[in-house]
């Protein structure tokens, strides 16, 4: 699994970073952003190069969530009407998903191997988890209540997220199948459950709580098990997991996200960039880990990269010529390319980084 989105509200946010940009089920909604870049920055080494995404013919903005083993990657976009559209972006053109269901919002958040990609679309009302398949848009239903999201897939077209069950208060983590369609993975003893991430063998992780109300992460194989929480910390989210077990997410520690690792049965706190919170959001099968941090004395976020026991601002590991900011990356592959969004030109687009070979 190599994209995490989290992601959460609409009036029920269910919050996964702290990106100055607004965020609707734990994404950023795009062009709601009014985002600082600094003036100056400290240039590593031009370990990246950086390609603009760009937007849907008459939209302005656009967002990159996820992406495969190829570098096909998914996201959303604003449409010429100012209505946000998912859209698929291969070999340098981004295709619009839409809504074949209305003619308002849609949402890409995860995309597998063979170019499926799952999000969530209004459909009557209601937002509803969709897969995008050969071209066409399947309803993945609900729980028993009106709204459900999907945030991530695998090469089974299998697929997770969370959905509200009947009575419309609680929403539960579900997984979907073609064979078997929607269904509940429970809690781990508490009311509420979302998941974030799946693995090529179907192991899912998110987040639930609790008897005593505490948001924990947890690993699903079966059964839900309860991964925890940092030493000191008061809750955990897993967003995504790694062909080896290794989980990218954050905890709360002294009131605010930290990004995280576990591994082995232990959690390890990555830092920031010199601010109070950072989350990662995704990990690839070497172990790097991406996402988003706050800088020193400021609110702005720089999207980072762990490896090797550092964190590491990616905007130090591109062109400054290019007139990038990267503010938040929510994918890695394996081949070490990341996506996410930052500020080009006073606009939010997506990013593609991929590495510069010497």
């Not at 003893?189 to 991430?197: C, D, K, M, Q, V």
């Amino acid at each position: 699994m190599f994209t995490a989105i989290t992601r959460l509200t609409h009036s029920r946010r269910w919050k996964r970073g702290s990106t100055k940009a607004r965020r609707e089920n734990g994404v950023p909604v795009i062009g709601a952003a009014t985002v600082e870049c600094l003036e100056s920055r400290t240039l590593l080494s031009v370990t990246y190069k950086v390609l603009d995404l760009g937007v849907l013919p008459g939209g302005t903005t656009s967002a990159a969530y996820g992406l495969n083993q190829a570098g096909a990657v998914v996201g959303n976009a604003t449409a010429a009407n100012g209505v946000t559209h998912g859209f698929k972006f291969i070999s340098g053109k981004m295709t619009d998903l839409g809504n074949p269901l209305s003619s308002v919002v849609s949402h890409g958040y995860a995309i597998n191997a063979k170019g499926d990609v799952t999000g969530e679309a209004v459909i009557g009302k209601y937002d509803h988890a969709v897969l995008f398949s050969n071209g066409v848009m399947h309803d993945l239903g609900t729980l028993g209540g009106n709204s459900s999201f999907a945030y991530a897939i695998n090469d089974s077209q299998t697929v997770v997220g969370g959905s509200y069950i009947a009575g419309n208060t609680v929403v539960h983590a579900f997984i979907w199948t073609p064979a078997r369609g929607m269904k509940d993975l429970g809690t781990l003893g508490g009311g509420f459950s979302l998941a974030y991430g799946i693995t090529a063998a179907g192991k899912i992780v998110g987040y639930s709580t609790n008897p005593h109300g505490q948001n924990h992460a947890f690993l699903f194989d079966g059964a839900m098990h309860d991964l925890g929480v940092l030493a000191g910390a008061t809750r955990s989210i897993a967003y995504a997991m790694n062909v080896f077990g290794q989980i990218a997410g954050s905890a709360k520690v002294a009131g605010n996200e930290h990004a995280v690792l576990y591994a082995a049965g232990k959690y390890s706190d990555l830092g920031t960039l010199g601010g109070i919170s950072s989350s990662a959001y995704a990990i690839n099968d070497s172990g790097t880990l991406v996402g988003e941090s706050t800088l020193r004395n400021s609110t702005t976020t720089h999207a980072f990269e762990y490896r090797g026991g550092k964190m590491y601002d990616l905007n130090q590991e591109i062109d400054p010529a290019a007139g990038w900011t990267l503010l938040d990356a929510s994918g890695v592959n394996n081949a070490g390319q990341i996506v996410g969004l930052g500020m080009i030109h006073g606009k939010i687009h997506g990013f593609l980084l991929t590495k510069i070979l010497v």
